[in-house]
Each structure stands twice: as structure tokens, then as C-alpha cells.
């Protein structure tokens, strides 16, 4: 009997990822594929322009441009979840720690976390949708 797709995960992986599935939301999921790469994401969006003139930063600038609605509507949400996803050790999202514009945008999806991604078997990062509920 074949493992099927589930093969390249191991029964731990298995365990813990079935987990996360029941307990993330879109928001988690969309972050983890946003932070793969912050740039191609933006450039898919065709917001490009929202990044071109960062000097410094916090990787929450661009978030703005992300969800397109105040900051206080997604600030508490997206703190959460990417506690949430430090926590699981998928990724690190320092959302207020300034830095400079390679920084905002640099890949914050660990390894763990890609894996992850292709457990759940997304579209690729750059073609995510934001939540509209967050």
C-alpha cells in the first residue's frame, strides 16, 4: 500500500501539521505564503510601487498595501498569528522591528513552514489571496 502524498512528511511532521490545519485560519495560511517572498508577492499584486521607496522600515509597511484597510482593522489579527506561526516554528515575523527594505522583505517562511505549505498543498505563495475576515 502506498503512502500516497503524505509520503514525504514523517508520522511526527503528519501529527503536527494535521494539528495546525485544524487550528490555523486563512490569516495564518496567507501569511506563511506572503513571507515565502514579501517581493514576488507584491510584484504579483501589482504593488510594487508600495515598496520602492522603503528605506526603513517594519515588515508591517507593506502589510498596509497588503489588506488595504487600516492598520487598526489587521494590527491585532496579524500580531496574533504570527505569534501563532513562531510559536509552531513555521516562521519568524518581526512585525515592529524596524529594519532596512531588504530586511521588510526578506523571506520570514522557514523551512518548516514551506513544508508545511506543501502538506496543505497551496497555490503558490505569489498567487495568495489576503483574507478578507481577519
Known amino acids: 500500500m ?8 514523517t508520522p511526527s511532521e503528519r501529527n503536527q501539521f494535521i494539528r495546525l490545519v485544524r487550528d490555523f485560519d486563512d490569516l495564518h495560511v496567507f501569511l506563511l505564503q506572503y513571507f515565502v517572498s514579501p517581493t514576488a508577492w507584491l510584484s504579483a499584486h501589482g504593488l510594487q510601487e508600495e515598496i520602492s521607496s522603503i528605506y526603513m522600515a517594519s515588515v508591517q509597511t507593506p502589510l498596509a498595501a497588503v ?14 498569528a504570527a505569534n501563532d506561526l513562531r ?9 515592529t522591528t524596524m529594519m532596512s527594505a531588504d530586511g521588510v522583505l526578506a523571506s520570514r517562511t522557514n523551512e518548516k513552514g514551506l513544508r508545511f ?6 497555490s503558490p505563495a505569489a498567487e495568495a489571496e489576503p483574507p478578507e475576515d481577519l
Open 67 to 80: 489588506f488595504q484597510r487600516p492598520q487598526a482593522e489587521w494590527s491585532e489579527p496579524v500580531e496574533q
Open 117 to 122: 505549505l506543501a502538506f496543505i498543498v497551496e
Open 2 to 9: 502506498s503512502d500516497g502524498s503524505w509520503a514525504p512528511f
Open 87 to 95: 510559536a509552531a516554528g513555521l516562521a519568524d515575523i518581526p512585525l
